[in-house]
């Protein structure tokens, strides 16, 4: 196991043993006229988190939010139209690798953007991540409130917290939501902000009978795999589809496939509008199969070491193929064996009938 892995389970173990309980002081959101709002982590978190944002920005006149989040996820904050101010930073435990370096948490950008937050003199932290990085992040902003979920020992370092339900990550910040006041369904959020991002979007021509294939994933060990991939290419030919081929700096670059099968590129925006006018598309649990979700696409992923009940397309809540009762799942990417589990026996051929059936049901 790795050392970074090792260290961070220790931490966790050793706050969550000491300050597992919630501490669920109410706050007062009318009083609240500055809010930060701390997602730190990649495209698909953000995706989760944009009907929440919206729904706070929307909640009281007056009111400001910024949002702390890592610098690639600019395009997105583009895309989504939020009513927010972005702090873009890439903190050092959010990296897959190389995370507890001194060099990283030493560096003067580090601590210069720490007193930036802290001058801001923010009213109120929400951070839905279960982790005491996180918790202890927003303590050192000094915020007059923070609040988010007590596991791992974050409510240690939180104002005011709760305890953790296991909900699906949207419902997760909806939940601090609800603490807060703002009674308004998860779904509905969802599905407005959905609405508005059809209504922006770059305009795309109908490609019917077309299925985007999408192999890549930040981490290797989400990946299902190119050849799986080739051949479920190849098997929905032979149902009629043709096949989109989207790839990325995450794809593998020793790869190819047929030249028949047209290759997708462009900025996120006009990928996003392609695939939503597409068939379906097809990839593994990351980033963009949630943004296509919210801008309408018809989505099926591969899960294998990210619990599906916690991360599905939001959208779509029956669009998944995975392995059930996997013990070591989830791993958070940390895989103990020399090649994943979580992938064993799901076939091209599995997932090719999965995506007829959805397709099948909305014809």
């Known amino acids: 196991m790795p050392l970074s892995r090792k260290l961070n389970l220790a931490l966790k173990r050793l706050l969550g043993r000491r300050f597992a309980h919630a501490n669920p002081i109410k706050i007062d959101l009318a009083q609240c006229r500055k809010v930060l709002v701390l997602e730190l982590w990649g495209l698909g978190d953000l995706v989760f988190a944009a009907p929440a944002i919206n729904a706070l920005s929307a909640h009281g006149e007056g009111r400001s939010v910024d949002v702390l989040a890592q610098p690639s996820t600019k395009p997105l904050l583009d895309l989504l139209g939020l009513n ?11 990296r897959f690798g190389n995370k507890y370096n001194p060099a990283h948490y030493l560096a003067p950008s580090f601590w210069r953007l720490i007193l930036k937050l802290r001058a801001g003199r923010y009213d109120l932290i929400l951070s839905v991540r279960e982790d005491p990085r996180d918790a202890l992040l927003a303590r050192l902003i000094r915020p007059r409130h923070s609040l988010g979920y007590a596991a791992f020992g974050s409510g240690f370092f939180l104002t005011s917290s709760i305890d953790p339900k296991g909900t699906h990550k949207t419902e997760a910040w909806f939940r601090l939501l609800a603490f807060l006041g703002v009674q308004e369904s998860a779904n509905q959020a969802f599905r407005e902000l959905q609405s508005g991002i059809r209504a922006r979007r770059i305009p795309a021509a109908s490609r019917k009978k077309t299925i985007t294939l999408h192999c890549s994933a930040r981490n290797p060990v989400r990946n299902w795999g190119w050849d799986n991939f080739v051949e479920l290419g190849g098997l929905l030919e032979k149902e009629g589809y043709g096949i989109l081929w989207l790839s990325d700096a995450n794809s593998p670059s020793d790869k190819s496939i047929p030249d028949r099968w047209e290759r997708l590129s462009g900025s996120l925006g006009e990928i996003a509008s392609v695939i939503a006018a597409c068939d379906l598309y097809f990839g593994n649990d990351g980033g963009l199969m949630h943004i296509v979700d919210l801008f309408g696409a018809k989505t099926c992923a591969v899960f294998g070491p990210t619990d ?37 026996g799901i076939t091209a051929l599995q997932v090719r009938d999965k995506i007829l059936r959805l397709l099948g049901a909305s014809a």
């Open 308 to 344: 599906p009940a916690l991360f599905f397309p939001y959208g779509q809540r029956d669009s998944m193929v995975f392995l059930p009762d996997v013990p070591c799942r989830p791993c958070f990417d940390y895989c103990i064996y020399p090649k994943p589990i979580c992938f064993n």
């Open 84 to 94: 927010v101010t972005p702090i873009f930073f890439q903190f050092p435990w959010t």
